[in-house]
């Protein structure tokens, strides 16, 4: 009987250590901190880095990622979950097109240019400055819209450099699943609609500067993104999916670093986050926002590289990115200093004044935009990486609720600081 007991029993731990092999793995995403790891190292070696909080370097991905970075002999600790609990959606939203708690998607987006315009014809312009990448191929897509804010006077808000007035550009959701960005945008369109004639700084700025905004550059990887519903999908580039050995969500092209402006040296494994694509400026939404830059701003700017924009320099332009608190001047491309980047600096202070982020040169990040309206045209240019160190707020997908009761409080003040110094951001 003791022998019959004790074969069952190693029978029993037999099928319960192979029981417990064959757990599957946990395929949740998390932000793994990675300490001692470089970036760029990281990037090279395929994994999806972001800076994370306070310059820290953290990687996205399931237990299998974190056991491939144990294996190359780090040691990675689970900082936060991706995927946040989900709020019901407000009663105001009814109707209306929404993802993970509230998120608009790219046809409330549109939909939102269209009523602003609609509502506000003295101030407003909307333009169809080029098409998403399914659009060209005949797959649905998008046009990717810009709105030009101001109160119009004769010749304003027209697609040339020489504006009377100067310019203020914000670009958002460049990468897709950056889901707070396009709700600032959002937020900023409304703010200054709806304050001119009774905010006083509101009304100062649109008497004397035109504000521009494309609140999606990216629209077909939103579509992707909202697609997952109340688990976005972690799509960050465009909807590229020439290369038949990716999946979503990793095929696509990296458009902030597809750039023309010293473009290569990025991603060159077309399933990696930081693709750079097959040639500078090969996707057509890289096309259609350098070809826009280029009617809103003049070259102001020399060829060379050490060549310093001039104090009489006009325009500003910010895009925004998550996460990371962080303001972000030029050069992506080197970690040497740009010619201006002492009045890029000081700008950015007094932009982090209102939001507290970090004002740093970002380095190692080729084929960026803000070094192409910089390095080409010599408007003053900034990545705002927005989002809060961990918890509901925290990451690519915060709940819904964090863009009203942080992200937009803490951004507004910045926004209307780099719109009044469009006229001069390089005099102080």
């Given at each position: 009987m003791k022998v019959l007991v004790g074969l069952v029993t190693a029978v029993l731990l037999l099928l319960g250590t192979n029981a417990a092999a064959a757990q599957p793995t946990d395929t949740t995403p998390y932000y793994w901190q990675v300490p001692g790891a470089g970036e760029h190292v990281l990037q090279s070696a395929g994994f999806d880095v972001e800076h994370g909080v306070d310059g820290a370097v953290q990687v996205v991905g399931d237990q299998r990622v974190a056991d491939r970075l144990v294996r190359l002999g780090y040691r990675p600790s689970r900082f936060d979950s991706v995927y946040k609990p989900v709020a019901t959606g407000r009663s105001a939203d009814i109707g209306v097109q929404?993802?993970?708690?509230?998120?608009?998607?790219v046809a409330e987006h549109e939909k939102h240019l269209t009523d602003v315009a609609a509502a506000y014809p003295a101030l407003t312009q909307v333009y169809d400055i080029g098409d998403s990448w399914r659009k060209t191929r005949g797959l649905g897509g998008h046009d990717i819209r810009a709105i030009c804010i101001t109160k119009k006077q004769s010749g304003d808000c027209s697609l040339s450099p020489n504006s009377a007035k100067p310019r203020f550009a914000l670009i958002a959701q460049i990468h897709a699943r950056e889901l707070a960005t396009g709700e600032l945008a959002w937020r900023w369109i409304d703010h200054v609609t709806k304050g001119y004639g009774t905010d006083a700084e509101v009304t100062s700025i649109l008497d004397t500067t035109e504000l521009w905004v494309v609140p999606i550059v990216n629209p077909d990887g939103v579509d992707i993104?909202?697609?997952?519903?109340?688990?976005?999908?972690?799509?960050?580039?465009?909807?590229?999916?020439?290369?038949?050995?990716?999946?979503?969500?990793?095929?696509?092209?990296?458009?902030?670093?597809?750039?023309?402006?010293?473009?290569?040296?990025?991603?060159?494994?077309?399933?990696?986050?930081?693709?750079?694509?097959?040639?500078?400026?090969?996707?057509?939404?890289?096309?259609?926002?350098?070809?826009?830059?280029?009617?809103?701003?003049?070259d102001q700017r020399g060829p060379g590289d050490t060549e310093p924009a001039p104090v009489t320099t006009k325009g500003v332009m910010i895009t925004v990115h998550s996460y990371g608190n962080l303001i972000m001047p030029p050069w992506g491309w080197t970690w040497n200093a740009n010619p201006n980047a002492t009045q890029l600096a000081a700008l950015g202070r007094k932009m982090a004044a209102f939001n507290g982020y970090t004002v740093v040169a970002e380095g190692d990040t080729t084929g960026t935009t803000d070094d192409f309206t910089y390095g080409n045209l010599g408007i003053a240019s900034y990545t705002f990486e927005i989002g809060s160190g961990s918890g509901s707020c925290g990451g690519f997908f915060p709940q819904y609720s964090c863009v009203d009761s942080l992200f937009w409080p803490k951004n507004k003040g910045a926004f209307l600081t780099a719109a009044k110094a469009a006229k001069a951001p390089y005099a102080s």
């Open positions: 929404t993802f993970y708690g509230g998120y608009r998607t993104v909202a697609s997952g519903g109340n688990q976005p999908l972690m799509q960050r580039k465009n909807a590229n999916n020439t290369s038949a050995s990716c999946s979503a969500p990793s095929y696509g092209v990296d458009l902030n670093r597809n750039s023309t402006f010293k473009w290569g040296g990025a991603g060159t494994s077309r399933c990696g986050e930081t693709y750079q694509g097959t040639a500078a400026g090969s996707e057509p939404e890289t096309k259609a926002i350098e070809a826009w830059f280029k009617q809103l701003f003049p």
